[in-house]
């Protein structure tokens, strides 16, 4: 279904783009690749989140269940990816040296599942604060 919505967006807004349907733990992971994409992407991804929103939003009117699904753009949010865990594993150096916790700038909910995730992997904790859309990870001591 999730496929379905967005080959008629593409096609109503008559770009060209491949999608690619996987499954990532559990939910549900579509990419669209192709050339000419960034517009769908938009700055720091806002039309990508609406994008995923919208779609989201399709298959629950079809299905009447909510979806977890989760949609990339020409790599945007695995090149986003990649540079959170960067980020998460320098902040747990800072953290390891200083002995003090650190926050960082404020995400939307899936860079700081990002973050929490490979600051686990590191063996730290973190926590988010903050209220939506200012919230943000801090990176705790030991």
Known sequence: MAADYLEELLDIADLDGDL????????AAV???GAELD????AKGEVLEALQELTRLAVYRETGERSRLMLDIGG???DQRARLVVLAQETVAEVE?????????PMSP????????AVADAGHS???EGVEP???VVVLPG
């Open 97 to 105: 040296k200083t002995g003090e916790p650190v926050s960082l700038d």
């Open 31 to 33: 990419s669209i690749v």
């Open 39 to 42: 517009q769908l992407v938009g």
């Open 126 to 128: 973190s926590e988010s």
């Open 20 to 27: 690619d349907m996987d499954v990532e733990g559990d939910r």
């Open 134 to 136: 200012r919230r943000y």
């Open 76 to 78: 945007y949010r695995a």
């Open 110 to 117: 899936f860079e700081r599942k990002v973050v929490h995730d």
